[in-house]
């Protein structure tokens, strides 16, 4: 879950973190995403694991250079919280993040230069076009779309990812004029990961 939360805050960066770019569609794809100033992003994810789902929700609204991150998610319950034969084998965590004046906090009174369950936030959502390897653009331009393999995908979204050899596909989604979409999804050893994060605009 760790992992899923660092991909949240660098997907909630998507729009100012894009880096060079080559390709003359690729260019004009990954300009219009960085002019793209959204005021709330959701992001919903699904980590299915032995046929389980456990879901997670998150929402960040921006004020200014601020946000509020409410986050609500499922895990499994540890062996001090119930038997694996409960009807329902899940726990459900939730809370606020909030980032102010360059600093986080969980309730909005303490207030520290690292964000919460994760180590920084200098997360790097990279779409130069070598590491995007054979992407695909829609013919009207509005979506890009690639799979590459974990080590790649490690350059591409900043963190590393122990996806298995089917790779991690990314699709980013515009609507012409502003970002409207990041999936994710690919798989481990052990189980199915998918991150579907929105942008809207006031």
């Known amino acids: 879950m760790k992992k899923i939360i660092c991909l949240l805050l660098a997907l909630t960066c998507v729009f100012t973190l894009f880096s060079c770019k080559k390709d003359k569609d690729l ?3 990954v300009e219009l995403v960085e ?4 005021t709330k992003i959701t992001t919903l994810t699904y980590y ?6 456990y879901k997670g929700n998150y929402e960040t609204v921006f004020d200014g250079e601020n946000f509020e991150m409410n ?17 329902d084998n ?5 809370g606020v993040v909030y980032y102010k004046d360059g600093k986080y906090s969980e309730d909005g009174e303490t207030w520290g230069a690292a964000p919460v369950d994760v180590n920084s936030m200098t997360f790097v959502l990279d779409l130069s076009q070598d590491n995007l390897g054979e992407y695909t653009l829609s013919e009207d331009g509005y979506t890009l779309s690639t799979t590459v393999d974990a080590q790649t995908a490690a350059k591409v979204l900043g963190i590393t990812i122990n996806a298995n050899d089917q790779g991690v596909k ?6 012409g004029k502003y970002l409207t979409g990041v ?4 798989a481990t050893a052990t189980a199915t990961v998918s991150v579907d994060t ?5």
């Open 90 to 94: 899940k726990v459900v965590e939730s």
């Open 71 to 87: 986050y609500s998610y499922e895990r499994k319950k540890s062996v001090s919280e119930g038997s694996a034969s409960d009807t």
């Open 198 to 202: 929105s942008y809207t605009y006031n």
């Open 48 to 53: 299915t694991v032995s046929g389980t789902v």
């Open 27 to 29: 260019e004009k794809f």
């Open 183 to 186: 999936s994710v999804s690919y």
């Open 170 to 175: 990314i699709t980013v989604k515009t609507n």
């Open 35 to 38: 002019a793209s100033k959204p």
